[in-house]
């Protein structure tokens, strides 16, 4: 059986209890201002709330990091 590894959905508000950075109000402001800093993949609004893609996030943090 080949199971495909899904990445976690972490809610915004919750991100510290996984990860110590970046922070919820660092972690806002890359929401607002998603588009222009690319990494509006990232993020997933579902039933009012914003859901981080943590993979795809941490692949965004490395991709910028290479530039």
């Not at 806002?28 to 990494?39: E, F, I, T």
Request: glycine share 4%; hydrophobic share 40%.
């Amino acid at each position: 059986m080949n199971e495909e590894k899904k990445s976690r959905l972490i809610p915004l508000t919750k991100w510290n209890q996984y990860h110590p950075w970046p922070t919820i109000p660092g972690l806002r402001n890359l929401v607002s201002h998603a588009q222009q800093k690319k990494c509006a993949e990232v993020f997933v609004k579902a039933g009012g709330r914003w859901l981080i893609i943590e993979d795809a996030f941490f692949a965004w943090v490395y991709s910028c990091k290479e530039k």
